[in-house]
């Protein structure tokens, strides 16, 4: 249901996007999260399909940018700049009716992307 695309390898301090298509979007939240080799999946932004509302992780914040397809609701894009080595991860996107004091917890997300390889060289 979830297609993640973008990833890549980037030096310290480049920019990516990644694009999640969803084949439908039956619940209001499409998130991006991220996990690192031996460290839990870790929430990076979500967006709200009411009022197209973000919230970012603080790790994150004033480099990465989520927004949703005017054409298209169903696609969504992280911007990312200023890469560093921390943000090397696989990144996922998901799916899951989810309220903004609880975008970030991975487990009650109902569906997943197979993921995208993000890879930031020092």
């Known amino acids: 249901q979830l297609v993640e695309s973008g990833g890549g390898l980037v030096h310290t301090g480049g920019s990516l996007t990644l694009s999640c298509a969803a084949s439908?979007?039956?619940?209001?939240?499409i998130s991006w999260f991220r996990q690192a080799p031996g460290k839990e999946r870790e929430g990076v932004s979500c967006?709200?399909?009411?009022?197209?509302?973000?919230?970012y992780a603080d790790s994150v914040k004033g480099r990465f940018t989520m927004t949703r397809d005017n054409a298209n609701k169903t696609v969504v894009y992280l911007q990312m700049n200023n890469l560093q080595p921390d943000d090397t991860a696989v990144y996922y996107c998901?799916?899951?009716?989810?309220?903004?004091?609880?975008?970030?917890?991975?487990?009650?997300?109902?569906?997943w992307g197979q993921g995208t390889q993000v890879t930031v060289s020092s």
């Open positions: 998901g799916l899951g009716v989810v309220q903004s004091s609880s975008w970030y917890i991975a487990p009650i997300y109902d569906y």
């Open positions: 967006i709200s399909s009411r009022d197209r509302s973000t919230w």
């Open positions: 439908k979007l039956t619940y209001h939240e």
